[in-house]
DNA sequence: GCCGTTTTCGGCCCGACTGTTTTCAGTCG
């Protein structure tokens, strides 16, 4: 048996889907494995263990014919039915159907008709005339298939989700004064919170469309329009950010609200679900027979469907609508419900602002703590203190919890864990602070075992409450570490350590998958903004989206904890 | 290929927009 990751499975699935997709294969059977594989992705099960003890099929989406492909898989080491496809139709073929405008029917046709493979043919075709001489294919649509390759290649990329949320508001402030929009909302996976953002929704209830499409179409940052109709319209702004705007009637406004926020597969599990009700779901309401039924809000649709009201955070078809139905959805963690922030950084490290700044800027967000959690000596480049230093900050903090009775000032630090997996500072002086978060900051290369029993090894110190930033990654700048996140969840369980949520717009580490993961193994989270000015406390929101969308509860996270619990519980652990 | 609060077989979401169609296919979300 092969040594191949549930990644590695998963994508020889999806290029198997993407395949037979091009290939005309019947529709319902690529969805199949599209599916799967997305369904393994998502999975914390290892394939390879469950094709052992033939369970294959406990992940939804698997049945018997998949499940003989995996296997299959594992006995060779390759994708028997992928290699054989790929002997007729060459995989450059599906770098194709990436490009806007171009489907697997196009793709097929351009590839038997002109033999087209990948998409530097397909240039050269679009250059010398070729494609428009095919049937169905015409000056217009020439034209446009170049401008999307020319959009291709330049490659538009996805924002991260405080960008979005930015922007996204500045383009909603435009709209809400516009003489004919009753009411806008955000949609799509920026309402979703997803930690990455593809093109931004926005949806707007009005009496008249076209109206609102003018309006829209003449606001200043708009580059290009890519389609008007209707009821949408889609732009590129001058920031190269696509933005889809629906317009709807208000009485149709819950149901557009419903499906605009999607996500697709979540809206296909609820149609689905619909249907078996005799009812019929659409962006314009629910229907049975060609009766309207009253909705008034968006939850009235879920419960129209005997479901508990399902948070957009939680709508990616991750067994949100089975557990609506059972009435056992998660009761997700609210902003409000956080009464303090355990990572920061003050001047006696990297932060911008003495402590006092600090615990003034947590008042005023109403906490009941925070933690101050300065960088360990061997951390250079971000003024790490010596244990003198320390020992200074110990004491500022002591004159300053004098001074303030209402705030618990909480000694922290976040001390680096070596290359051995061994502490930046002593047990002793460890024993002495409220409260020890450890990281990783060099040493990124490790090999996945090295990195993963580093960790681990950190994780069974005692005086360790919380490890920060457990993957390491930076969004779109550094992939995490290559790590056994399993393993590091499965000895946190067992040794009582929190991992935390990173809520650094940049970071948003761990991420939700994981977080998920995390609590079925009943891990403590802490979600902490690592501030280092006092503007990034509010970068807590962002942290609580990723809770939410791993499916967290109030109890499973330590700074929803009033104070006195907390230390308790930090006294416990250490 | 998957799946089951009408089913182990017969279903599998639904509509907008575009361009090329002479009534609709392809793509997208």
Known sequence: MSELTNKEIAGMLRELAGLLEINGENRYRVRAYYNASRKIMESSEDLKKLAKEGRLKEIPGIG???????????ENGYCPPLEEIKGELPT???????????????????FYELGIQDVADFKRALEQGRIRKLKGFGPKTEENLLKALQEYERYREAILLFQALNYSEEILNYLRKGKDVIRVARAGSLRRQKELIGDLDILVASKNNRGVMEYFTAWPGVQEVLLQGESKTSIITDEQVQVDLRVVSEEEFPAALQYFTGSKEHNLRLRERAKKFGLKLNEYGLFKGEKR??????????????????????????????AAARGNLPESVSLEDIRGDLHMHSRFSDGAHTIEEMVEAARARGYQYLAITDHSQSLRVAHGMTPETLEEEMKEIDRLQEKYDDITILKGIEVDIDYDGSLDYSDEILSRLDLVIASIHTGFNQDREQITTRI????????VNIIAHPQGRILKKRRAYDLDLERIIKRAAETGTCLEINASPYRLDLDDLSVKRAREEGVKIAINTDSHHINEFADMALGVAVARRGWLEKDDIINTMEIDDLLKFLNWRG
């Not at 018997?64 to 594992?74: K, L, P, Q, S, V």
């Open 64 to 74: 018997e014919g998949i499940a003989a492909t995996i296997r299959e898989i594992f």
């Open 92 to 110: 450059g073929v599906l770098e194709l159907i990436q490009i806007p405008g171009l489907g697997p029917k196009r793709a097929h046709q351009l």
């Open 293 to 322: 039924l009253k909705l008034e809000r968006e939850a009235d649709i879920y419960q129209a469907l005997e479901l508990d009201y399902i948070i957009p955070e939680l709508r990616e078809d991750r067994g949100e609508i089975a």
């Open 456 to 463: 681990i090894k950190a994780m069974e110190n005692p005086y």
